[in-house]
């Protein structure tokens, strides 16, 4: 009963509370006597959802794909310029502060330069989501890599290990829950960089969709794409955490 109480506490309170804010702008559209096409009522915006499925799902599956091949690559170029970051002090000193000043650039503002160099096929887009997903894994590999235990390293020394054995023996192992930590973080910005992406110039997406919604004044579309996208970012968040248990070893007691 006790476990039951305590899942129930700590997973519950979360879709309650959205559960709640359904029902209360189901009842402010109702009661208000709003126009339609400026507040839709969640039953109307599932209706049209479900009219509109199938370019929904073509929009959707479009995205999906560019964010998934996106944060594949991004996840392996943030791990490798992290791992060369923190093994060479003169990309250390030259490179990384550019990538701490690269990641505050707007996707507005990036977007049309990236997909004027890679076109504006859907590896455009893969390309935009690849770069921003890598800025977050490469500072918590950094991060993660100066945590390693000193006593380890130290041993290690001196049974004669070398700086390659211990990057992989040692740093790496011990940058885990970082990398997993700028992973998730990355995870919360695939959907909107690509979206980002398509708004400015694809042919198909769900930025294409929500640019599609918005010239025909469509608001019930406008709240289906913005639902949409945070739900596939929760998904996409989730996996990521299922990942990380599945590799990451915590010490017993410590909270993931």
Known sequence: MKGLLRFAGKYLPAPLTAIVLVALWQLTATLSGA???LLPSPQVVYSSWWADLSSWQTAWLATTFEVLVGMILGCLLGLGMGVLTFSSRFVRRSFYPLQLVAQTI???????LVLIWFGFSIWGKIALVALYASFPVTIATVKGMRQASLAQVEVAQTLGA???WLRRHVYLPASWPQVFSGIKISATYAYGTAAMAEYVGAA???????????ANFRTDLVFVTAITLALSTLGLFLLV????RLVVRYPLGEKR
């Not at 707007?106 to 049309?112: F, G, S, Y």
Request: aromatic fraction near 8%; avoid cysteine.
């Open 241 to 244: 955490w299922v990942l990380e």
């Open 35 to 37: 126009n339609p096409r």
């Open 204 to 214: 198909a997406g769900l930025g294409v969709y929500l640019n599609a919604a918005k």
């Open 162 to 164: 070398n700086q390659q």
């Open 106 to 112: 707007p996707i507005i503002a990036l977007a049309p």
